[in-house]
Structures are given as C-alpha cells and as structure tokens.
T-cell receptor, first 114, second 111 residues
Framework: GAVVSQHPSRVICKSGTSVKIECRSLDFQATTMFWYRQFPKQSLMLMAT?????????EQGVEKDKFLINHASLTLSTLTVTSAHPEDSSFYIC??????????FGQGTRLTVV | AQSVSQHNHHVILSEAASLELGCNYSYGGTVNLFWYVQYPGQHLQLLLKYFSGDPLVKGIKGFEAEFIKSKFSFNLRKPSVQWSDTAEYFC?????????FGTGTQLKVEL
C-alpha cells in the first residue's frame, strides 16, 4: 500500500525554540494532508487540514500562528511548532489522502519540549 | 457536517470471544467508511474500507464490517479475537477530502 513518511520520529527541543516536522507521501500525490495530535490514552485530535497550494484550515482552538502548516507540493507538508513550550509536548501524526480514497498515516513524531 | 460516534470506549474480552464494535456516522453525502487499527507503539493501519457495493466488507486479520444505511452504522466484527488484537480501533468517515475520526475504542484481549 501507499506509504507516508514522517520525520523525525522523535525530537527533543528546548523551550522557546521551533521544531519542524515533515510529512511525505512517498508513492502517491496527496491532495490533502491532515495533522493530528494525540495525547496519552486519548484519541487523535485533528489540528488542521491542508490542501496543496492553499492555506491550511485549522480546527477550533488550534493556534495557527503557533502551529504553522505548509503544503507546498503534492507530496510534502510540514508542521512547524513555533516557540515550543513543555505543554506542546505530544505525539503528532500526519495523514495523506487523495480525493475519495482512504488515508495513509505517518508513523508519528514524539515531541518533547524541555 | 460529518460526525462519527463510537459507543464503546473500552472493551475487554477473553481470547476466542466474539467482537463487535459499534460505529454510527452522520453525513448526508457520499459515504466512505473506514476502520483503522493502532497497535501499541505502531502507526495507524487500515483494517477495511467501504465505498460502495457489497455492504459486508472483509478486511485483514479476519475482521469484517457491515454497512447498514438505514441505521447509519458500520460496525466492526470478528468471530474470535486473539491476544494480538489488543489495540485501539478507530472508525472514520470520509467524503471528498474530508476525514472524520470517531473517538476510538480501546480493545484489550486477555489470555
């Protein structure tokens, strides 16, 4: 099946710095990519939906200036956590899909802000 | 707007027991329905999907789901669970470029 690669899988950063997470669809062109956040023992929380070449649509309560999403091509979307704080520590997951198909998920990124 | 409801949040079963996880959706357009599984420490994987055709869908690892339009349901079933089925199961609905998650069901299978 199709593969979505997410990088890095783990990152530790200092409070106040920014971290960029990449999500690539390796063998298909993704018209839409999604970014999720998963808290321990909870379901995935959709943060934003991005379509290639247009601005991301953020879910209510998600700060767009803090979580910058760029979907510059049909195979790459990036999530930048700006001025990270310990409360931003979480598991971030991306998924990619084409119109009317299933979604394929990345392996996730464990972010720890110290 | 699309929404998905999973009624069972935590399920504990003994090996060889039968499994049925409920999923109800709310969407007036073209319905695409999915079940995904997340094993401990792994990423989400597709179990099965329904786009059209036979409402009884067979998936991987012996799972199946039945699309019942009149009940807006897409319940996941397995006749006999194994310890290795311990995981979190998510029902999703998606039409066009939308994708909506249910809250997930944590399944624990005991030996």
């Amino acid at each position: 099946g199709a593969v979505v690669s997410q990088h890095p899988s783990r990152v530790i950063c200092k409070s106040g710095t920014s971290v960029k997470i990449e999500c690539r669809s390796l063998d298909f062109q993704a018209t839409t990519m999604f970014w999720y956040r998963q808290f321990p023992k909870q379901s995935l929380m959709l943060m934003a939906t991005s379509n290639e070449g247009s601005k991301a649509t953020y879910e209510q309560g998600v700060e767009k200036d803090k979580f910058l999403i760029n979907h510059a091509s049909l195979t790459l979307s990036t999530l930048t956590v700006t001025s990270a704080h310990p409360e931003d520590s979480s598991f971030y997951i991306c998924s990619a899909k084409q119109m009317n198909t299933e979604a394929f998920f990345g392996q996730g990124t464990r972010l720890t802000v110290v | 707007a699309q929404s998905v409801s999973q009624h069972n949040h935590h399920v504990i079963l003994s090996e060889a027991a039968s499994l049925e996880l409920g999923c109800n959706y709310s969407y007036g357009g073209t319905v695409n329905l999915f079940w995904y599984v997340q094993y401990p420490g792994q990423h989400l994987q597709l179990l099965l999907k329904y786009f059209s055709g036979d409402p009884l869908v067979k998936g991987i690892k012996g799972f199946e789901a039945e699309f019942i339009k009149s009940k807006f349901s897409f319940n996941l079933r397995k006749p006999s669970v194994q310890w290795s089925d311990t995981a979190e199961y998510f029902c999703l609905t998606g039409g066009g470029n939308k994708l909506t998650f249910g809250t997930g069901t944590q399944l624990k299978v005991e030996l």
